[in-house]
Nanobody
Framework: QLQASGGGSVQAGGSLRLSCAASGRTFSNNGVGWFRQTPGKEREFVATISWNGGYSWYVDSVKGRFTISRDNAKNTVSLQINSLKPEDTAVYYC?????????????????WGQGTQVTVSS
């Protein structure tokens, strides 16, 4: 199972650090991604990282503000979110990919965490 945590309510310009922890299984050989979803909209890709952290990529709207990282020894993946904007408000989900390289399509992900709410006020 995957457990996402670290969400909260912050003002625009603030920062949060989301964490995704795996329990019962390791995802050290898998790409891991973060997605987000708001009511009435489809889940949106945010960022992904390859199994060894050697490659990561982001949706254009978060580049330069979000940083994904991983610690395979701790079986965790983090998403550092800086310069938050109201449009970043969403439930954020982490997921473990079928592949080692990570992906931007949600169809490439097998296991999903339960989500953590991020709310940004202006």
């Amino acid at each position: 199972q995957l457990q996402a945590s670290g969400g909260g309510s912050v003002q625009a310009g603030g920062s949060l650090r989301l964490s995704c922890a795996a329990s019962g299984r390791t995802f050290s050989n898998n790409g891991v991604g973060w997605f987000r979803q708001t009511p009435g909209k489809e889940r949106e890709f945010v960022a992904t990282i390859s199994w060894n952290g050697g490659y990561s990529w982001y949706v254009d709207s978060v580049k330069g503000r979000f940083t994904i990282s991983r610690d395979n020894a701790k079986n965790t993946v983090s998403l550092q979110i800086n310069s938050l904007k109201p449009e970043d408000t969403a439930v954020y989900y982490c997921a473990s990919s079928y592949s080692s390289s990570g992906a931007s399509s949600s169809r490439m992900y097998r296991y999903w965490g339960q989500g953590t709410q991020v709310t940004v006020s202006s």
